[in-house]
C-alpha cells in the first residue's frame, strides 16, 4: 500500500484550474520530484496535501487515513511535514526555539506541569532540548542555538527549515523549492543532504523543484506537472527525453 | 532540583522580599502616607492587568482591546460573593476570576477562530456590554455603585501581583508559551509545525481573563465601592498603553509600563486634564524613539550580577 495516495485532486482558485486531475502515488522511503515551469501548481499541490487550502475535488490518502477536512497542524501530526518556498521560520526567535516548537506536538508535558513546575517540566525540557541539539548537531547548526534565526545566513536558514519539519517526525517529508536562491555548490550540497536525510530519518521525501536538473541526480521517480496537470512520470531518463516536458520547459524559456 | 535557584533568582526572591519588607514595614510603623499607600495596591492591580493583557496581545500577538470588561466581571463577581453571600475573600477572587475566565473563553471562542481583527471588536463590545449590564442591574447597585468591604491589604495585593507574575512566567518559559509565541511570529508556519493555533490563542485569551478578573476582584475588595464606569474604554486604553510602552510580549516590559503610568498618573493626580496628554506625549516620544516599547520583547534581567545571562544558564541543563 502507497504511503501518500492522491487521486483525482483538483482545485480552482475562480475561474482559474491550478490543480486538475492529479494522481500521485508515493511509497515508504521513496524520493520522488515535483517538477514543473513557474505558475504549474507545485506549491497549490503541498497546500492541498497539507490542509492550507481546501481541495474542490479528489482524495488525499496518507497511511491508510483520509486526510479530508483536516487542518495543518492535524495533517503534521499524521506525520507529514512541509518547507516553505519562501522561507518561513519564527524570525525573531533563537535557532534551538524554532526547533523546540516543532517538537511540542510529540514531546510536551503538561500545562500544569509548566506552571508549577513540576518534575515533568523539567524532564519534558531536558528532553526537548536534547532531541533539539541533536538536530542541529546534524545539521551543522549546533553552534548557532542561541543565534536569532533571522540572523542567519540564507543557506543556513534553509537548513534549519528542514531541520524544523524533521523535528515534527514525519513520515513524508514536503520540500518546496529548498534550493532556491542557492549557488551551485551550495545546491550540490543540499541534495547530497536531502539524500541523507532520507536514509537515516528512513521517510519519504517529495521535492518540488523548478529547476529540472537538480532532480535527476537524486529523484527515484518524478513527476512533471504543467498548468496543473501531470504532462509526464517517470524514471530521471524518460523524464528528460520527453518531448512534452522539454517543450514545457522551452516555453518557459522563450518568456 | 534546584534549578530555579540560580543567582539570578536569587536576587529576584530578595528583592521581591525587601519591596514587601520596606512597604509593610512603614504601614506597621504607621509613617506610610496614604496616598502612597493607595498608589502602591494600583500598581498591583495595574500590574496584573498590564501582564495579563501582555500574554494576549504581546506574548500571542492577538488584539483584545477590552480588558476593562474582563476586571469589571472579576470585581463585580467577586464582590457579590462578598457582600450578598458572605464568603470568604479567598473565593470571592477565585470566583471572579474564574467567571471572567470563562467569559474570555466563550467569547474567544467563536472569534478567535476567524483570523483578523474581529477578537478587537468582540472584545471592545464586550467591555461596553459588560458595563451596561452592571449599569442597570439593580442587584449590584446600578449606576450608583457596589459598596464592598475594604479586605485587601498589602499583603495580599502583593502576594497577590508576584503569585500572577510567576504562573505567567512560568506559563511563558514553557513549551505552551513557547507555542503561543509561535502564533505571533509566524501562525502559518507554527500550524504546519503541529501547532494547534486556535487552542492556543484560547488559552492565552482566557488566561488573560482570569487574571484581569483576579485584578478587578482586588480592586473591587479595595476601594470601598466599584462603579460601572470606572470600567469604561478608557480603562482598556490605559492597560493597553502600559503593555505597548512596555513593549509587547516582554513581562518585565509590562510591569515596568505599569509602574511607569500608574505613578505618572498619580504624580498628575491634581491635574486629571493633563493626563491624557502626557499619555499622548508619551505614547509619541516612544514611537519616534524605541517604537517596540520600553524593553522591546527582551526581558529585563539581572543577569550583569551573575556571571552569565540567564538564557545561557538554562540551555545548559
Ligand atoms: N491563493 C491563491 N489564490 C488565487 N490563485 C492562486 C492562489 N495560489 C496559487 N494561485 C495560482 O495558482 C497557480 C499555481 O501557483 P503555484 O502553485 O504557486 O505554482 P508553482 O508553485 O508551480 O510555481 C498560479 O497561477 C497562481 O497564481
Ligand atoms: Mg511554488
Given at each position: 500500500m502507497p504511503l501518500l495516495k492522491i487521486e483525482n485532486l483538483s482545485k480552482s482558485f475562480g475561474g482559474l484550474k491550478a490543480v486538475s486531475n492529479l494522481n500521485i502515488e508515493i511509497n515508504d522511503k521513496e524520493l520522488i520530484g515535483l517538477i514543473g515551469p513557474n505558475g504549474a501548481g507545485k506549491t497549490t499541490v503541498f497546500n492541498l496535501l497539507t490542509g492550507v487550502y481546501d481541495k474542490s475535488e479528489g482524495n488525499i490518502t496518507f497511511g491508510d487515513k483520509n486526510?479530508?477536512?483536516?487542518?495543518p497542524y492535524q495533517v503534521t501530526h499524521r506525520g507529514m511535514a512541509r518547507t516553505f518556498q519562501n522561507i518561513r521560520l519564527f524570525s525573531d526567535l533563537s535557532v534551538i526555539d524554532n526547533v523546540k516548537i516543532a517538537y511540542h506536538q510529540r514531546t510536551s508535558y503538561s500545562m500544569a506541569s509548566a506552571i508549577f513546575r513540576l518534575p515533568g517540566y523539567y524532564s519534558g525540557e531536558a528532553e526537548m532540548e536534547r532531541k533539539a541539539l541533536e538536530l542541529l548537531k546534524i545539521f551543522h547548526l549546533e553552534d548557532k542555538?542561541?543565534?536569532?534565526?533571522?540572523?542567519?545566513p540564507y543557506g543556513e536558514q534553509r537548513r534549519l527549515e528542514i531541520a524544523r519539519a524533521l523535528a515534527t517526525e514525519p513520515k513524508l517529508l514536503l520540500l518546496d523549492e529548498p534550493a532556491a536562491g542557492m549557488n551551485p555548490q551550495e545546491t550540490q550540497d543540499l541534495m547530497n543532504l536531502i539524500r541523507w536525510i532520507r536514509e537515516q530519518f528512513k521517510l519519504a521525501i517529495l521535492l518540488i523543484e523548478h529547476?529540472?536538473?537538480?532532480v535527476m541526480g537524486v529523484c527515484e521517480r518524478i513527476y512533471v506537472l504543467d498548468y496543473g496537470m501531470i504532462i509526464a512520470q517517470g524514471a530521471p531518463d524518460e523524464i528528460k527525453s520527453n518531448p512534452k516536458v522539454i517543450e514545457a520547459y522551452l516555453g518557459e524559456e522563450v518568456v | 532540583m534546584g534549578k530555579w535557584m540560580n543567582r539570578q533568582s536569587l536576587v529576584t526572591i530578595l528583592g521581591v522580599l525587601l519591596i514587601y519588607g520596606i512597604v509593610q514595614g512603614s504601614i506597621f510603623m504607621d509613617v506610610m502616607p496614604p496616598f502612597v499607600a493607595l498608589t502602591l495596591i494600583q500598581i498591583c492591580i495595574y500590574v496584573i492587568l498590564s501582564s495579563s493583557l501582555n500574554l494576549i496581545n504581546g506574548i500571542t500577538g492577538q488584539f483584545s482591546i477590552g480588558h476593562a470588561g474582563f476586571m469589571a466581571i472579576g470585581g463585580y463577581f467577586a464582590a457579590i460573593v462578598i457582600?450578598?453571600?458572605?464568603?470568604?475573600l479567598v473565593l470571592a477572587l477565585l470566583v471572579g476570576a474564574i467567571v471572567s475566565a470563562v467569559a474570555g473563553f466563550l467569547i474567544g471562542l467563536p472569534t478567535l477562530r476567524l483570523n483578523g481583527d474581529y477578537l478587537a471588536i468582540a472584545t471592545l463590545g464586550l467591555g461596553e456590554i459588560v458595563r451596561i449590564i452592571f449599569l442597570n442591574t439593580e442587584y449590584v447597585g446600578g449606576a450608583s455603585g457596589f459598596s464592598v468591604p475594604k479586605t485587601i491589604n498589602w499583603t495580599w495585593a502583593f502576594g497577590l501581583t508576584v503569585l500572577s507574575i510567576l504562573v505567567m512566567r512560568n506559563f511563558i518559559n514553557s513549551t505552551h508559551g513557547r507555542a503561543c509565541i509561535s502564533v505571533r511570529e509566524n501562525e502559518i508556519a507554527a500550524d504546519a509545525m503541529g501547532i494547534n493555533t486556535t487552542k492556543y490563542k484560547i488559552i492565552a485569551f482566557t488566561l488573560g481573563a482570569f487574571f484581569a478578573g483576579l485584578a478587578g476582584g482586588i480592586y473591587a475588595n479595595y476601594m470601598y465601592i466599584i462603579q460601572p464606569m470606572t470600567f469604561s474604554f478608557l480603562k482598556s486604553f490605559d492597560i493597553l498603553v502600559m503593555v505597548v510602552l512596555g513593549g509587547l510580549g516582554s513581562l518585565t516590559g509590562s510591569i515596568v509600563g505599569a509602574i511607569v503610568m500608574t505613578v505618572a498618573s498619580a504624580a498628575l493626580a491634581g491635574l486629571p486634564e493633563w493626563r491624557l496628554v502626557i499619555t499622548a506625549v508619551l505614547l509619541v516620544a516612544m514611537m519616534i524613539f524605541r517604537p517596540t516599547g520600553l524593553l522591546g520583547t527582551k526581558e529585563f534581567s539581572l543577569s550583569f550580577l551573575g556571571k552569565k545571562g540567564d538564557k545561557n544558564a538554562a540551555s545548559k541543563n
Open positions: 486526510l479530508s477536512g483536516l487542518k542555538a542561541q543565534e536569532t534565526a533571522k540572523n542567519l529547476d529540472m536538473s537538480l | 457582600v450578598k453571600f458572605h464568603g470568604p
